[in-house]
């Protein structure tokens, strides 16, 4: 399903807040080291087109706050595409790949993604 809705603030505080917003100076400097026509940006562009309402409400509140699942998505679809078959391997990327940390809002381990 395609929507034009991006997920309310009500929805989005059952989930932990990422560790930076597209607004955030130290997002603004990673995502510069990205070409505009980059895979990471094409599918954070399309993420909110997607109706993830369902997805959204598979999750109950119990427990810790979970990663949103838009941003999870946005990974997952980046990996795959990328040829990437292993969760394994997404988890290591979106600690050290900038494009991987780009997709999904993460943060980095490491510094030198933040130069």
């Known amino acids: 399903m395609i929507s034009d809705l991006v997920p309310d603030a009500k ?3 059952r989930f932990a807040a990422p560790p930076w917003t597209e607004h955030s100076e130290s997002w603004r400097q990673l995502d510069e080291q990205l070409p505009p026509d980059h895979l990471a940006r094409e ?3 399309a993420m909110p087109l997607l109706d993830l309402s369902p997805l ?5 509140g119990r427990g ?6 838009d941003l ?7 990996e795959l595409r990328r040829g990437k078959r ?5 988890y290591q990327d979106t600690h050290e790949d900038l494009p991987a940390v780009v997709a999904g809002l993460r943060h980095s381990s490491r510094p030198q993604l933040l130069v």
Do not use: C, E, G, N
């Not at 959204?56 to 109950?60: F, G, H, S």
């Not at 810790?64 to 699942?69: E, Q």
């Not at 292993?86 to 997404?90: E, L, T």
């Open 64 to 69: 810790k706050a979970p990663h949103r699942p």
């Open 56 to 60: 959204y409400a598979t999750y109950r």
């Open 86 to 90: 292993k969760p394994s391997q997404w």
């Open 43 to 45: 599918i954070r562009d």
């Open 11 to 13: 929805t989005l505080d």
């Open 72 to 78: 999870m998505l946005a990974i997952v679809l980046f």
